[in-house]
Structure formats: C-alpha cells, structure tokens
C-alpha cells in the first residue's frame, strides 16, 4: 500500500511536534532541577549540621588524657546569612556529645561586603552568647580568624571573653589531669595578623604532647616544624559548594592544600572543620555545617 504525500507530511509534522515537545519537557525538568538544587543548597543543607567522629592517636600522649575528647566548631559567621538558630543547632549537637572541652577556630562574624566593615563586628555579642550555652568539662577554647580581624578584633575578643571563652592569642594553656600535662596552643589569625608560634610555645617542653589552635589549615606546613602533635583548623568551609568528584572551584587563601578532614604533615595530624556559616553566598553544597568530635588516643 502506498503512502500520500498528506499522510507522508503528517507524519513529519507529528515527528516534530513530539521532538518539540520533548526538548520543552527536558528544559522543564532542568529548570525544575535548578531550583530543587537551589532550594537544596540554600534552604536544607547549610541548616544539617553533621557530626563526625574522629579517633586520633598520640605517641606521647599521657594515659591520663586517653579518650580526651574535643568538640569542634568554626566559622560561625554570625551576620546576614547565619544566625541564633543555626549556632544554636551546633551548640546542642556539641552539648549532646558531652565534650571535655569545646575548640572554635575563629570568625565568628563576617566581613560585609559593601559599607563599614567595622560594622560586622556588632554580632560578636549575639553570637558569644550563644556560645555560652556550649556545655564541657573545661570550657571553650578559641583562636580569631582572618573575617574577625578584618572588622574589630578587640570587640570580638572582648565579646567571647565577657561570656567566659577563652581566647589564646599567641598563648598557651595547660591542661592538668593526674599530674600529667596536656598543652592547648592559640596563635592570632595567619593571613591577617601575625601569628607567633615561638611565643605561644614559651614554657611549653618541647617532650610534652601539644594541640594547636589556628584558623588556616595551610599553617600546618609550619607548625609541622614545632613538635606540635594535632592542629586543628577551619577556615575553608570545605569549599562551601562543590562539585562531585572534583576539588572545589574557590577556596580561601591558605586553605587550598588542606581544605577539608584529616591529614598527616610530617609527623603533624591535621583536621579541617567545614564549619557553620557561609560567606558570599547563603549556600552550602556537598560541604555541609559540621560538629567534629575528636577524641584523643594514647599509644
């Protein structure tokens, strides 16, 4: 039988009827999955705070401190984007772990991007006070970071120490426990002051087990030449929104090497907290707000 040209033409029509309607249905469903990604990264994800567990091992780690447990948090970023309520969900996740002691790795506001940038250092105070309510046999620990600098480091410092956080600027603290001795280590912020290791060693022997406190992970490829046994950082966000499987497209000075997790440097061990807030953009994607538990092991 054989086919009219009507029929013939029809068929063609129909043909690009459905190939049309396809390519409209395909761009639905990629607008559809922007704005779920969308509403992923910006409503659900920076609003999960993770907790993760990290077991890490110490050669001269004293028994007296074995299972010593640390709470960490950093980059709080309390301004535009990051409030009460996001700190607060870190603070009782921290809580509920039942820490020896609560580690935060600075910015604890944010730089504006446009205006005063002195102005950023007003939400010290709320966000201190939130802090207050973490829970821990020793207290808060914490060091500032480079956003704290760039407003009014003496307001923030002023604020954390007011709601009894203690703040180590080129410091160190002991930590006593059967007559045997742990050493906490703070140094100022490394791409915006000037943080002294040397000073924050003062008095510390050089055989006794040390844990430092510093904003910027790539600090580790010189803290690694102090004898300093764990660093503990923050700073990168964990890239803040990633893509899979690739490193992620923007990361912050010193934060480009060791970006997010554990690492070894020498003989330093190194972990990168992903932190809270966000910055520049109210977004977090493959690098959720973490709440890292680390519990120190003796040999």
């Known amino acids: 039988m054989t086919t009219s040209a009507a029929e013939r033409n029809e068929t063609v029509i129909g043909s690009r009827l459905t190939r049309r309607a396809l390519l409209k249905r395909a761009s639905w469903g990629a607008g559809a999955a922007a704005l779920g990604l969308a509403g992923y990264s910006g409503l659900i994800e920076p609003n999960e705070v993770d907790?993760?567990?990290?077991?890490?091992?110490?050669?001269?780690?004293?028994?007296?401190?074995?299972?010593?447990?640390?709470?960490?948090?950093?980059?709080?970023?309390?301004?535009?984007?990051?409030?009460?309520?996001?700190?607060?969900?870190?603070?009782?996740?921290?809580?509920?772990?039942?820490?020896?002691?609560?580690?935060?790795?600075?910015?604890?506001?944010?730089?504006?991007?446009?205006?005063?940038?002195?102005?950023?250092?007003?939400?010290?105070?709320?966000?201190?006070?939130?802090?207050?309510?973490?829970?821990?046999?020793?207290?808060?620990?914490?060091?500032?970071?480079?956003?704290?600098?760039?407003?009014?480091?003496?307001?923030?410092?002023?604020?954390?120490?007011?709601?009894?956080?203690?703040?180590?600027?080129?410091?160190?603290?002991?930590?006593?426990?059967?007559?045997?001795?742990?050493?906490?280590?703070?140094?100022?912020?490394?791409?915006?002051?000037?943080?002294?290791?040397?000073?924050?060693?003062?008095?510390?022997?050089?055989?006794?087990?040390?844990?430092?406190?510093?904003?910027?992970?790539?600090?580790?490829?010189?803290?690694?030449q102090y004898g300093i046994d764990v660093q503990l950082s923050g700073h990168s966000h964990g890239g803040q929104i990633r893509l899979p499987g690739i490193h992620p497209l923007w990361l912050p000075e010193m934060a480009n090497k060791y970006y997010r997790g554990y690492y070894r440097v020498h003989q330093l061990q190194l972990y990168t907290n992903r932190g809270i807030g966000t910055v520049g953009v109210p977004f977090r994607f493959l690098a959720a707000p973490e709440v890292t538990l680390m519990t120190l092991r003796a040999r």
């Open 51 to 224: 907790v993760t567990r990290i077991d890490v091992r110490i050669d001269r780690l004293p028994s007296a401190f074995d299972q010593f447990r640390i709470a960490i948090i950093s980059d709080l970023h309390f301004g535009p984007y990051t409030g009460e309520r996001e700190i607060s969900a870190a603070v009782q996740a921290a809580n509920q772990l039942q820490p020896d002691m609560v580690a935060l790795l600075g910015d604890f506001v944010t730089e504006p991007l446009i205006g005063d940038r002195h102005l950023g250092a007003k939400h010290a105070g709320p966000c201190a006070k939130t802090l207050s309510a973490l829970r821990s046999a020793l207290g808060s620990f914490a060091v500032l970071g480079n956003h704290d600098y760039r407003t009014n480091p003496e307001f923030v410092a002023e604020a954390l120490e007011a709601n009894h956080i203690t703040l180590l600027r080129n410091a160190n603290h002991a930590i006593v426990r059967n007559g045997a001795r742990l050493w906490l280590l703070g140094v100022n912020d490394a791409v915006e002051a000037s943080p002294e290791l040397e000073r924050a060693l003062h008095g510390v022997p050089a055989n006794e087990a040390k844990v430092l406190l510093v904003h910027e992970p790539d600090y580790a490829d010189h803290a690694s």
